[in-house]
């Protein structure tokens, strides 16, 4: 399993500000990581070697109520991040999509 961080430029490719952390066993499971937060056709994703995270959760088990994030953590505007391609992960469903597509027009 692999842990990734993910951005999301704005038009001049800075970040918006978030980052988020998700971990997958393969590309269709990393697309869908993002997908639970952000759209992943817009991110930009990062490898991560080394992160960590704690967060308390009240006694109700509702919600957390302090967290913290290891120093670990990227920078928004450090090198490293890349634009990832998706266009590979759905041909075992393309034809289909295709084909609801060429139904749809």
Do not use: H
């Amino acid at each position: 399993m692999t842990a990734y961080y993910f951005r999301a430029p704005d038009e001049e490719g800075s970040s918006n500000g978030w980052i988020g952390f998700v971990m997958a066993e393969d590309r269709k499971q990393l697309f869908w990581a993002i997908d639970e937060f952000i759209d992943p056709f817009i991110v930009e994703i990062k490898t991560a070697y080394n992160a960590g995270y704690c967060y308390r959760i009240d006694q109700d088990g509702d919600e957390a109520k302090d967290y913290e994030i290891s120093e670990l953590e990227p920078m928004i505007n450090e090198s490293g991040w890349r634009k990832p391609n998706w266009d590979d992960i759905f041909e075992d469903i393309r034809p289909k999509l295709e084909q609801i597509i060429g139904e749809k027009k």
